[in-house]
């Protein structure tokens, strides 16, 4: 299982750091990664990386979020720095067997329950 941790209320420009670990039962990961999703819009990519350390970003968080993981690769980090109201959302974390680095939900196996983060004026 992925247990995702960290989402708050902030203001904007502020900054969160959300925590996605995963548990003994889930084995053989190459990638992780954040997607989101606000009321009313599809979900979308936030952030990837694979057991490389290569990254993938959605555009709008390009040079504002960074993703990292630990040395052993089971739990997952999203630093969000200069948040905007646009990066209110739900934040999900998940887990793939097989990194295809594409950021397509699809390729993913595992979801994490996800963790709320509103972003105030």
């Known amino acids: 299982q992925l247990q995702a941790s960290g989402g708050g209320l902030v203001q904007t420009g502020g900054s969160l750091r959300l925590s996605c670990t995963s548990s003994?039962?889930?084995?053989?990961?190459?990638?992780m990664g954040w997607y989101r999703q606000a009321p009313g819009k599809q979900r979308e990519l936030v952030a990837t990386i694979t057991t490389g350390g290569v990254t993938k970003y959605g555009d709008s968080v390009k040079g504002r979020f960074t993703i990292s993981s630990d040395n052993a690769f089971t739990t997952v980090y999203l630093r969000m720095t200069s948040l905007r109201l646009e990066d209110t959302a739900v934040y999900s974390c998940?887990?793939?067997?097989?990194?295809?680095?594409?950021?397509?939900?699809?390729?993913?196996?595992?979801w994490g329950q996800g963790t709320q983060v509103t972003v105030s004026s």
């Open positions: 998940a887990a793939a067997r097989v990194s295809y680095a594409s950021g397509d939900p699809l390729d993913y196996d595992y």
């Open positions: 003994g039962s889930i084995d053989s990961i190459n990638e």
